[in-house]
């Protein structure tokens, strides 16, 4: 700020006497100059001044709040995860492993797991479940049905009257059009048009 005053002086007196050695002053045309000039300096450098020491208060006002402001932070609320969620989708992928479905008989209702089964055969509007541990339940319910609940699983419907769980079929036999073996040394027939799906899903 000192730097400016003494710039704006020098300017002035400098600026003075160049106006006066131009028009051929006398010595009190020069003074009257020089006084005009500093009062012309002094007014708008004195506003100038008050402006800027406003200004400087201002902002050392802002930056510093009073003792008794309370200053108040308007953070956004932190978001905790849920842990219900979690938990659930956890316990679904667990469970993907051992899904389970109901099979209705006369007396009770029999649960088993999906990887149990080896076999469904239609009987009428009957199916006949076989398992791994060669056991056999016959439902009151159509192979359809069964089918359209087991395929998302990997099952697959090898005949008209036959839907099998590729993991236990042993080999394809080059018999009467294609046949499965299953483990179980059951052979079970491939319809023509279900012949590729088949291959498909055992890798051919």
């Known amino acids: 700020m000192r730097n400016k005053i003494v710039f704006g ?7 003075g006497i160049q106006v006066a050695h131009a028009a051929m002053l006398g010595a009190p045309e ?4 020089l006084v005009a000039g500093l009062v012309f300096f002094g007014f708008f450098g004195g506003i100038f001044m008050l402006i800027y020491f406003l200004i400087k208060k201002n902002q050392t006002t802002s930056s510093n709040p009073a ?18 969620i979690e938990e659930t989708t956890d316990k679904k992928e667990i469970g993907k492993g051992n899904v389970r479905i109901a099979l209705p008989q006369q007396h ?23 398992f791994n541990d060669g056991d056999q339940l016959l439902i009151s319910k159509s192979l359809k049905e069964y089918s359209d609940l087991l395929k998302p699983h990997g099952f697959v419907r090898a005949h008209q009257s036959h839907l099998v769980n590729p993991k236990f ?8 059009g ?7 040394g ?10 590729e799906l088949v291959k498909e899903v055992l890798g051919k």
Request: glycine share 2%; with cysteine.
């Open 9 to 15: 002086l020098t300017f002035i007196v400098a600026y």
């Open 30 to 33: 020069i003074i009257m100059l």
């Open 67 to 84: 003792p008794n402001t309370v200053a108040i932070n308007f953070a956004p609320p932190l978001t905790y995860p849920n842990s219900t």
């Open 108 to 130: 009770e209702i029999r649960y088993v797991g999906i990887e149990e089964i080896v076999r469904c055969e239609a009987d009428n509007n009957y199916t006949n479940f076989f």
């Open 169 to 176: 079929v042993k080999s394809w036999l080059k018999e009467d």
């Open 178 to 184: 294609g046949t499965l073996l299953m483990d179980s």
């Open 186 to 195: 059951d052979k079970i027939p491939v319809s023509k048009p279900n012949r």
